[in-house]
């Protein structure tokens, strides 16, 4: 089993930055692919981020690609995402997620743990 706890957030104005931490508890965190995903009023979960147990491999969603950044800390057992330039449409509800497969995925069935997210809100 893994534990995920989302912080971080609330809201920013649209241009601004916010960053969400993730930290993890119960199985080994480093055996693990780590994921953002977002949740928008009314609309499916979506992928955001995604990173590698190394930390070498890392997707991004074009929606935020070159202004999100997605890193963990291995020894913290935490992930992480800095948020830039945000916008409007980034409001959402921002889960993040643990794969036990060691390839990355994009799909919400590609994920075995589920945090309970943190509310994102960019005002315009």
């Known amino acids: 089993q893994v534990q995920l706890v989302e912080s971080g957030g609330g809201l920013v104005q649209a241009g601004g930055s916010a960053s969400l931490s993730c930290s993890a508890s119960g199985r080994t965190f480093g055996s693990n692919v780590m994921s953002w995903f977002r949740q928008a009023p009314g609309k499916e979960r979506e992928f955001v981020a995604a990173?590698?147990?190394?930390?070498?491999?890392?997707h991004y969603a074009d929606a935020v690609k070159g202004r999100f950044t997605i890193s963990r800390d291995n020894v913290k057992n935490t992930v992480f995402v800095q948020m830039n330039n945000l916008k409007p449409e980034d409001t959402a509800v921002y889960y993040c997620?643990?794969?036990?497969?060691?390839?990355?995925?994009?799909?919400?069935?590609?994920?075995?743990?589920w945090g309970q997210g943190t509310q994102v809100t960019v005002s315009s």
């Open positions: 990173i590698s147990r190394t930390g070498l491999n890392i």
């Open positions: 997620a643990a794969r036990l497969s060691p390839s990355i995925g994009t799909e919400v069935s590609d994920y075995d743990y």
